[in-house]
């Protein structure tokens, strides 16, 4: 309890470290992991690719985690994209970014974007190849999905003389709106990576996992493996350098806290040996007849031996000072030191 009540009140500063540290190794070790995860259920999964042979009441669930590749085929009408009558797709993703310069606290303008607005929609497609045909489900909730950059404005702000003023006073400014939208493209060769569902008809459909990855990609598996791998010695690294902190800042500051606590207890058991040969000495030479003006007004037996700090009252045998918990008898004061004294 001690040791705890020390450290907190001693190494605030220690402790908001670690946690901030505590935070950041717990956010790069969930990110190593899952890169990790991912990685392995990639590995894990049947690379059908070209075709996928199984039929139905084959498979556990008629379900397997597995990658095909073939040419996104829009099911019905695509949509279009709102720049480019000529561009159909099956995912379209639009965003409006804000770009803000703004004077920081050290005097420098530093530039950063907000997400202003984001819309995402999709409609239902199919990946063919020369050998089979798969129905893809939700593609909206991949992990990741390479799209093409289907438009790319950045619309420049051109402020004007009340609105330099303004930028002036408030030490922020629009430098400009950006709008994009990408699309994921009809005729795009793509391999996706998820539960291949077998129905009774024996027709295909590739959806979401529930605890694996979902991916779209346009690039080969390996590209994809190697940039999860990067990824998890990235994350690795960071775990490793915020958990060698962490083990640093608790090593450190324990160690002084343990000195502290030791030297602690080590006073408290010295003060409380001395008290005792004190209350055995002034047990042997007590007078058994003290004047009525010199008893302890409590007990109203013994002299008075102890004066109380700061109020300065001499009104206390040492026996009954050891029953007074915080204030003076006499005025209430609160004792902050209790001196044993000798007539
Ligand atoms: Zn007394
Ligand atoms: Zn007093």
């Not at 470290?17 to 190794?25: A, K, S």
């Not at 420049?156 to 400014?173: F, K, N, Q, T, Y």
Request: hydrophobic letters at 35%; aromatic letters at 10%.
């Amino acid at each position: 309890m001690d040791f705890i009540q020390i450290y907190i009140a001693e190494h605030a500063k220690e402790l908001g470290l670690l946690t901030v540290d505590l935070v950041l190794f717990g956010f790069s070790y969930y990110a190593y992991n899952k890169n990790r995860h991912n990685i392995a259920c990639i590995h894990q999964s049947k690379y059908k690719g070209e075709n996928v042979t199984y039929k139905y009441n084959e498979l556990e669930n008629n379900t397997t985690y597995g990658l095909v590749k073939g040419t996104v085929t829009p099911i019905g009408k695509p949509l279009t994209s709102l720049y480019d009558n000529s561009i159909t797709g099956v995912v379209q993703k639009l965003s409006i970014t804000e770009h803000v310069a703004s004077r920081g606290r050290y005097g420098f303008w530093s530039e950063h974007s907000r997400v202003l607005h984001e819309r995402n929609n999709s409609s239902p497609f199919c990946l063919i190849n020369e050998k089979f045909k798969i129905l893809v489900q939700d593609a909206s909730y991949a992990n990741q999905i390479d799209m093409h950059v289907t438009y790319d404005k950045f619309e420049e702000s051109s402020p004007s003389v009340m609105d330099l003023l303004l930028i002036i006073a408030s030490g922020s400014r629009q430098r400009g709106i950006q709008t994009t939208e990408e699309m994921l493209k009809a005729g795009t060769v793509v391999s996706i990576i998820g539960d291949i569902i077998v129905a009774k008809d024996n027709s295909y459909t590739i959806a979401p996992p529930k605890d694996k990855p979902f991916y779209i990609i346009t690039g080969s598996i390996q590209t994809l493996l190697s940039h999860l791998e990067s990824n998890k010695q990235l994350y690795k690294g960071f775990s490793i350098v915020f958990g060698a902190i962490a083990v640093a800042i608790l090593f450190y500051s324990g160690k002084q806290v343990y000195a502290k606590y030791k030297a602690k207890k080590t006073k408290e058991e010295k003060d409380r040996r001395l008290r005792e040969t004190r209350h055995q000495r002034r047990a042997a030479m007590r007078e058994t007849d003290v004047v009525e003006e010199l008893r302890c007004v409590i007990c109203q037996i013994h002299g008075r031996e102890i004066v109380f700090k700061p109020c300065g009252h001499f009104c206390v045998c040492e026996d009954c000072n050891d029953s007074i918990t915080s204030q003076c008898p006499m005025c209430r004061t609160v004792i902050q030191e209790r001196i044993p004294t000798y007539l």
